[in-house]
């Protein structure tokens, strides 16, 4: 059984979560799926369709009242296999890049050990957000961590603008977790 505690954020991109989810149960059969969002990713999709167990940000405030109750990002991390962040939009990508723990998908990454598990990123944004100097920047940083990188595609993106920024395809997706999960 394969643990998988996937993400996402707020890019538009967000809409294809439950496309991924479907692909990853269809493609690893014995997989445990968690999902974890952001405050912004939850404007993309509706939760109440998905059948995985979803956790926010209240959920890690809830939990704790106590010294000895659960702290719900460090159990995430030590609960999964793999962490994949799809999409990761300009926001979070530059959070990562520079450290910041603010919410619970950034909270997990910080506490990931990456020497030990595999992370997976894809990020997803507007060409003119993806062509500034940031992210290449960001994304070289990610990468000398040994986190690994889904690229974004060409397309035609929800704004209308067609350019480099969406998010890769869900086969690609998938077929990276396939690879780094056994
Ligand atoms: C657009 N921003 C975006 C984000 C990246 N776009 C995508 C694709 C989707 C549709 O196929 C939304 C998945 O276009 O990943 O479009 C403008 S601010």
Redesign the pocket.
């Known amino acids: 059984m394969v643990k998988v505690l996937l993400a996402c954020t707020g890019?538009?991109?967000t809409?294809?979560i439950p496309e991924i989810i479907e692909k990853l149960k269809e493609t690893l059969l014995a997989v445990e799926i968690r999902l974890v969002v952001t405050e912004n990713a939850k404007h993309f999709v509706d939760l109440s369709k998905l059948d995985v167990k979803i956790y926010s940000d209240s959920d890690e405030w809830n939990n704790w009242s106590k010294i000895g109750d659960p702290i719900l990002h460090i159990d995430l991390r030590n609960w999964a296999d793999i962490y994949v962040i799809s999409?990761l939009?300009a926001n979070t990508l530059g959070k990562l890049a520079s450290g910041i723990c603010d919410n619970l998908v950034t909270c997990i990454a910080r506490a990931w050990s990456i020497h030990e598990k595999p992370l997976i990123f894809c990020p997803?944004?507007?060409?003119?957000?993806w062509k500034h100097p940031a992210t290449d920047k960001n994304i070289a940083v990610l990468k000398e961590w040994k986190y690994i990188e889904v690229p974004?595609?060409v397309?035609?993106?929800?704004?209308?603008?067609e350019g480099i920024?969406?998010?890769a395809s869900v086969d690609s997706i998938v077929s990276c977790i396939a690879h780094n999960c056994s």
Not at 124 to 129: E, G, H, P, V, W
Not at 155 to 161: E, H, N, P, S, Y
């Open positions: 890019s538009v991109a809409i294809k999409p939009d997803a944004m507007n060409t003119l957000m974004p595609i397309k035609k993106l929800a704004c209308g603008d920024g969406a998010l």
